[in-house]
């Protein structure tokens, strides 16, 4: 073996057993290429192989077992593809047949009548009869067998890996050539002395080899703790030195005063108090922009929660120091929303507002576009055609995108540019509020607020579980509410496999909707994704004038989209949608003051984790408690808003569980960094070599919002 070179560097084809077949193999299959992605693949689970069963009280439902014994027999049984080998293996307590149908040959050349062997496998019982079918088996005393009280590492495989002779077993045979070759030097310690000693860890090579080897629960645990410790703190060591490399790098510009626009919003217009977190809210973003450095802040908070108005009174500061700023939202529908409400709010202070989309053309696009050139429109708000290379500012000093995740990267690149010398403010709000340890890791290098208070008066809406024979007394409901004066939204799925079957569900369910609530005393709109957008948005218009009373509609309304007077939500088909889905449609009620219902209708018969889903659904309203629920329910990287990031492939810690991991090891990364910023003490040596070994990627958010 090369000496001075790092040993973990070298090609997995020179491991002992391997070679340039099976090599090929590795990096196919597991993206393992040389020694150090092999020692850093763990095994998802073990086996106790601490003790070992009795023949004698084997039966069909014994599952996995361990065995001890003397082969005692050996014969080739039936022919052509029944053809198989039946081994007779016996304890002092009793006999059982082990059968294999592959690799006859090399097994009758290999294993000895009467030798003593360690026997591992499945117990399969066949018309009465039990067997083992395909065990592993080992000598006694043979090289390779380690003492037989250990815990033996099992490895996600592939079907590939299992028949080209890399199954189970020779993937530990490889793992332990490794582990022999691997001594504490190539492991060097990469957390601080006093850090290992305080948290009473194991050492790194101690760590690593015993979650290969362990040699009993409690060492384990012990390495999956610190190894977890380890993952998930240099993870966010280098998102902090992202963020904290922008923050020296990227210049903003400083907004230092409060002026006129928000000092006269906040006096005479604001209609309400606000809340004490969207207060804070903002003192945190006022904070941000006055010291000159590029404000990168996401905005999470609940549906309702209020974050247009910090969002606006963010543009104000931004207007009171001579800049423009913009608000992009991704459907043509919201960001009329927001063109409405936010021209509203501002009505008499002097501010010119417009609007943008696709929709806006010709001569009246041409007019709009030279204002803001000239800086005659102050707040410009719309749909991604803000980012088109045409739309021109004349200092665009704030950027705010609503419902971030729904933007791709180069579009929110995009957004930077616009702005000459220096890149706008960014201001990022979305409603779908993930769970703090998914924030930490995927937002690590932002600055993150959090409005996590609703303004006060609001009713929880009232959330029910209703079947299909319930339907009856739904319709019944919905015809009680509407003769109250209030309009009622009905949603269906709109899954794009499935989506020409999703489409004739809604059209039956609009039907016999028609039916139950005939004209002219009912209207009913419908809007869907297939129709043509100026289709749409004529149907939107008129639930949003009440000239109709339902709204029919695939999951289109999710997002945003605000009538007061709409009280009650029905979900069809509830079963089918995600937890946080269902979150936000249930949020485009319990707007207004009236107390709202969300009905939640699915057939009988429930998966277990629709069930769940459904019972968080009417056991909360908080959107961060639905996120962590989500969260365990689907696990991290199915969750909406995270499918693209590599940044959540770990190798061993879990966010839906160690939460509490996390926060200790952001804790200490922050606390190193600001002690010492470039690594360079003594102490956080052991660190900083780490750093440079440790080849995982990490993009930051920060640079792209
Ligand atoms: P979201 O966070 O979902 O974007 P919005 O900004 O649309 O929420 O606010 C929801 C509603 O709550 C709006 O009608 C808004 O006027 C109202 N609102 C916002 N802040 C307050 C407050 N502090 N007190 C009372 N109503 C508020
Ligand atoms: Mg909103």
């Known amino acids: 073996m090369k000496t001075g070179v790092d040993k973990l560097e070298t090609p997995i084809e020179f491991l002992k057993g391997v070679g340039p077949k099976r090599g090929e193999l590795l990096r196919k299959e597991l993206s393992i290429y040389k020694f150090r992605d092999l020692l850093f693949h763990f095994p998802y689970r073990y086996v106790d192989k601490t003790s070992f069963h009795r023949i004698r009280d084997l039966h069909d439902q014994s599952g996995s077992v361990q065995l001890r014994g003397i082969l005692r027999r050996l014969d080739v049984a039936g022919s052509g593809r029944k053809r198989r080998l039946v081994g007779r293996f016996r304890d002092d307590s009793g006999v059982i047949d082990l059968v294999w149908f592959t690799g006859v040959h090399w097994l009758q050349n290999n294993l000895l009548v009467g030798s003593e062997y360690i026997v591992f496998g499945k117990v399969n019982s066949f018309k009465g009869n039990i067997s083992i079918p395909h065990p592993e088996i080992e000598k006694v005393g043979s090289e390779g067998v380690r003492q037989a009280a250990t815990f033996a590492p099992v490895y996600a495989s592939t079907e590939k890996l299992n028949t080209k002779g890399l199954d189970a077993k020779a993937r530990r045979r490889l793992m332990k050539a490794l582990m022999d070759q691997i001594t504490p030097t190539d492991l060097e310690e990469n957390l601080p002395a006093e850090l290992v000693r305080r948290l009473q860890f194991p050492s790194h090579y101690e760590s690593i080899t015993n979650i290969h080897f362990p040699s009993s629960q409690a060492e384990l645990d012990k390495a999956r ?279 004739q569900n809604l059209e039956e369910g609009y ?89 939640l209708m699915s057939s009988f018969k429930l998966s277990n984790e629709a069930k769940e889903r459904i019972q968080t659904m009417v056991r909360t309203n908080n959107g961060f408690e639905i996120a962590e629920a989500d969260l365990k329910l689907r696990g991290p990287g199915n969750m909406e808003g995270t499918q693209q990031s590599g940044i959540l492939n770990f190798k061993i810690a879990d966010l839906a569980k160690d939460g509490r991991v996390l926060k200790a090891a952001r804790n200490l990364a922050t606390r190193i960094l600001e002690e010492d910023p470039g690594l360079s003490l003594p102490k956080h040596l052991p660190i900083k070599m780490y750093l440079k070994k440790d080849d995982k990627e990490v993009r930051g958010w920060g640079l792209i919002s």
Not at 245 to 250: E, F, T
Not at 295 to 315: A, E, I
Not at 513 to 533: A, D, N
Request: hydrophobic share 40%; proline share 4%; with cysteine.
């Open 511 to 599: 039907e016999a909707l028609c039916r139950e609530f005939p004209l002219p005393e009912y209207k009913i709109s419908v809007v869907h994704g297939r129709m043509k957008p100026a289709d749409k948005d004529y149907e939107m218009q008129r639930f949003a004038r009440h000239e109709t009373q339902i709204m029919v509609a695939t999951t289109v309304i999710e997002v945003g989209v605000n009538v007061p007077n709409a009280s009650v939500m029905v979900i069809e088909n509830t079963e089918r949608f995600g937890l946080s889905q269902l979150h936000q449609l249930r949020g485009r009620v319990g707007r207004g003051a009236e107390q709202s219902y969300c009905l």
């Open 225 to 503: 703790q610190r190894l977890k410790f380890e993952e998930l703190f240099f993870l966010q060591l280098k998102l902090l030195q992202i963020k904290g490399r922008r923050k020296k790098v990227i210049k903003g510009y400083e907004f230092e005063q409060i002026g006129t626009f928000f000092n006269r919003f906040y006096q005479e217009k604001l209609p309400f108090e606000l809340t004490g977190a969207q207060k804070r809210v903002i003192k945190e973003i006022r904070r941000d922009l006055r010291v000159g450095i590029q404000m990168n802040r996401l905005l999470q908070g609940d549906v309702g929660s209020g974050k247009t108005v910090v969002g606006l009174m963010t543009m104000l500061i931004a207007l009171d120091n001579g800049f423009q700023a913009c608000l992009m939202a991704p459907t043509e529908i919201l960001a009329q929303q927001h063109h409405q409400s936010i021209s509203a709010y501002v009505e008499g202070l002097g501010i010119r507002v417009a609007f943008l989309s696709g929709s806006i053309k010709g001569k009246k696009r041409k007019e709009l576009l030279s204002l803001l050139e000239l800086g005659e429109v102050h707040i410009l708000i719309g749909t991604h055609a803000l980012i088109e290379d045409k739309v021109v500012f004349k200092n665009l000093g704030l950027a705010i995108t609503d419902e971030q995740h729904r933007f791709g990267v180069a579009q929110r690149a995009k957004l930077w540019a616009k702005s000459k010398p220096l890149p706008p403010h960014v201001l990022v709000m979305t409603a779908t509020p993930i769970p703090r340890t998914l924030a930490m890791t995927l937002y690590g290098d932002l600055d993150v607020s959090v409005i996590d208070e609703l303004p006060p008066g609001r009713k929880p809406v009232q959330t029910i579980h209703r079947t299909e024979n319930h339907r009856m007394r739904v319709i019944g409901f919905m015809r009680e509410e509407i003769a109250k004066g209030r309009q009622i939204y009905v949603v269906y799925p709109l899954i794009e496999e499935s989506a020409k079957l999703d489409l």
